[in-house]
């Protein structure tokens, strides 16, 4: 089974509304990336959470870590068609401290229609 | 440009033959990890450097394949006798040595095996 599991696997939205992404494990998630992904490029990096109970948000993304460390969630409010592409989620699922092997979702495919 | 550079972008091989994909990391980054990646998937940890020593293979790292950074700088991944299987995008990223950053990814290299 996945270690890290995305909901949903695709996402169609209307621009303008708000949006969440959900990315849940059955092990303590040492250190969770968000990264996005357009089609056959990089990753891009959104943000990093270590701490429990945690928030950050950028621009018009906030993403969370649940207080038990095993849940992760992305909102993107006010959607634009700038953020349409694949949501990843990472963590550090092996190793206290380690971040370095990473392991990730199956990512989520947003679409953005104006 | 500053980032993490990867050549080629894309590749389309023979099955059978041999291919070297190359990435250059942002340069004060001491740790580059190499990441494969296929359709519909999140990147899968293939192998980690610190500085020259590779210290962590993935079990998905098979004979064929052998990666190397030399100097410390820029490294190489090699697969020898290519299939059909192996046809993916293969990511690099690089870090900084202090524990709690994020990784900086690559654009990647498309290997198509035909």
């Not at chain 2, 080629?8 to 494969?36: A, M």
């Not at chain 2, 900084?96 to 990814?105: D, G, H, V, Y």
């Amino acid at each position: 089974s996945q270690e890290l599991e995305q909901s949903p696997q695709s996402l169609i939205v209307q621009e303008g509304k708000n949006l969440t992404i959900n990315c849940t494990s059955s092990k303590t998630l040492y250190g969770l990336y968000w990264y996005k992904q357009k089609y056959g490029e990089g990753l891009i990096f959104l943000m990093m959470l270590q701490k429990g109970g945690e928030e950050k948000s950028h621009e018009k993304i906030t993403a969370k870590l649940d207080e038990k460390k095993q849940q992760s969630s992305l909102h993107i409010t006010a959607s634009q068609p700038s953020h349409a592409g694949i949501y990843l989620c990472g963590a550090d699922i092996s190793w206290v401290g380690s971040n370095y092997k990473l392991t990730f979702g199956k990512g989520t495919l947003l679409t953005v229609n104006p | 440009d500053t980032g993490v550079s990867q050549d080629p972008r894309h590749k389309i091989t023979k099955r059978g033959q041999n291919v070297t994909f190359r990435c250059d990391p942002i340069s004060e980054h001491n740790r580059l990890y190499w990441y494969r990646q296929t359709l519909g998937q999140g990147p899968e940890f293939l192998t980690y450097f610190q500085n020259e020593a590779q210290l962590e293979k993935s079990r998905l790292l098979s004979d064929r394949f052998s990666a190397e950074r030399p100097k410390g700088s820029f490294s190489t991944l090699e697969i020898q006798r290519t299939e059909q299987g192996d046809s993916a995008m293969y990511l690099c990223a690089s870090s900084p040595s202090e524990s709690n950053t994020e990784a900086f990814f690559g654009q990647g290299t498309r290997l198509t095996v035909v």
